[in-house]
């Protein structure tokens, strides 16, 4: 079965640089909650697993040295937050997933712990976590940083984060420690909560989760990192892992690499789901879609898309020449964007002009493109090809973009047999791996014990990079 994602962000413009502009495109409005909740409803008619919602804390400022080609193309800036549209779209929604994003390097686990367990309770278990621990410079600047923590270290820290927010979230509170007597008086038992006595190199945290246990407990985790130490974090931590190429080749190694990965971790290799992105432009006919791509692509503003990718790999590429070939540099920033070019196809090299060319429709992933009937087509070869679950759907055009892959594609994929035509009751989680609303046994945020953290190293405040 193909799995559907939609990939969006609370900004203007997402994956597809320069698109804002045309006369079609309505994410203008997304400071309008009617457009969040507009997008929900569509994407629940769909029966899509999740909107997955990106976020930024700092601006794309590599390219050229200087903010301004982001802000003036409105390169992911202006971005709002991420967490509080979803309330009114699941208000909105009955089945509908929502994968927030959030980077841990900056926040100190026990808020962000109790945000995430309230939105779980009124979502009535619909979130999910995109664990990011960033790639700007300037979002660390805008925090009190000289720079971002080195690569490696920001997930060395990552591993810590997961710690605290598993200790708080799965282990703080028995099952049934909260009894609702009201003819004693007593809401919980205080002899089934627990305080969880962490103190590692970069948190001390000693008391209580402050939320009673959510219907999933912890949010169903997303991941996105394809480094060999993203990989690892993965491994150990992640459900459902996104990854962005080209190429079905490297699509292929990196869905091959997750479930090494995974299955290194001790758990089962097919228990997460990988979802690649990609765009879908189509219409009643071949000659339709390709026209709409042609109109597309005169919308794509090229300095915008060599922003984004400037700020996506950390490289400056207002100081190479377009026909250069781009290739790997180890640096702090997202080492995934520039590898899926610089080793996509040992058979081609992208020159910097086609890198921005072709990460101005869509992003980092393939755009298929064609009648209904050959997109679903394209997409069982793509699965089939790669070993995907699935698809995290970016767009052109909103919300024509989704719209079309609803009353079009969604239809001639479930004719076929290989996409759901109802949801499944219960979690988020559950809908996705039908095995109930929490973590599975073998999950590492279930092995975690409270025992563990009172034998810990003592706090190093130096290397805290949030005021606890």
């Avoid at 994602?5 to 203008?28: C, Y």
């Avoid at 002899?191 to 949010?219: D, N, W, Y």
């Avoid at 459900?239 to 090494?260: N, Y």
């Avoid at 040992?346 to 869509?362: H, K």
Wanted: charged share 20%; proline share 5%.
């Amino acid at each position: 079965m193909i799995r559907f994602n939609a990939f969006a962000m609370n900004t203007v413009g997402h994956q597809s640089p320069g698109l804002w502009t045309h006369p079609r495109d309505q994410s203008h409005r997304y400071t309008d909650i009617d457009y969040w909740v507009e997008l929900a409803q569509l994407l629940e008619k769909g029966r899509f697993d999740g909107l997955f919602i990106a976020d930024v804390l700092g601006v794309y400022d590599v390219y050229d040295g200087s903010a301004d080609a982001a802000i003036r193309h409105a390169v992911q800036v202006p971005v709002n937050d991420p967490m509080l549209i979803v309330p009114a779209m699941a208000a909105a929604t009955k089945h509908l997933g929502y994968g927030i994003t959030f980077s841990l390097t900056y926040e100190h686990p026990v808020p962000f712990a109790r945000r995430m367990s309230t939105l779980d309770h009124l979502t009535k278990g619909r979130v999910g976590w995109n664990i990011v621990t960033g790639y700007l410079d300037s979002a660390a600047r805008n925090l009190g940083l000289d720079r971002q923590l080195g690569h490696d270290d920001r997930y060395d820290l990552a591993d810590e984060y997961l710690d605290v927010v598993y200790k708080l979230w799965e282990h703080s509170w028995e099952a049934d420690a909260v009894v609702r007597e009201k003819t004693t008086g007593v809401y919980t038992d205080p002899s089934k909560v627990h305080r969880i006595e962490h103190a590692g190199q970069h948190f001390r945290v000693p008391g209580i989760h402050l939320c009673e246990p959510s219907p999933q407990r912890t949010p169903v985790l997303y991941q996105a990192g394809a480094s060999s130490r993203g990989l690892e974090f993965a491994g150990r931590h992640a459900e459902c892992i996104f990854i962005s190429a080209p190429t079905q080749e490297t699509l292929k190694r990196a869905v091959v690499g997750i479930r090494d990965a995974v299955t290194t971790s001790g758990r089962h290799p097919d228990s997460v789901l990988i979802y690649a992105q990609a765009l879908i432009v189509t219409g009643a006919t071949t000659a339709d879609a390709r026209a709409k791509l042609d109109d597309y692509r005169t919308h794509v503003d090229i300095e915008a898309a060599l922003a984004l990718l400037s700020g996506w790999t950390g490289i400056d590429f207002s100081r190479y020449d377009p026909d250069a070939v781009i290739a790997f540099l180890e640096n702090d920033a997202g080492r995934s964007a520039l590898a899926s070019f610089s080793k996509a196809d040992p058979n081609r090299q992208w020159t910097v002009r086609e890198a921005a060319q072709f990460v101005g429709l869509g992003g980092r992933g393939p755009v298929l493109v064609g009648a209904p009937s050959e997109v679903a087509d394209q997409l069982v070869q793509w699965q089939a090809a790669t070993g995907l679950d699935g698809f995290n759907l970016t767009y052109a055009v909103a919300h024509e973009t989704f719209h079309d892959i609803v009353e079009r594609i969604v239809p001639e994929l479930q004719h076929r047999g290989v996409y759901r035509t109802d949801y499944d009751d219960g979690t988020l989680r559950h809908k996705l791996f039908a095995n109930g609303p929490h973590l599975p046994a073998l999950h590492v945020g279930r092995r975690k014990h409270l025992e563990s953290a009172r034998s810990a190293v003592a706090i190093d405040p130096s290397a805290q990079p949030v005021a606890a």
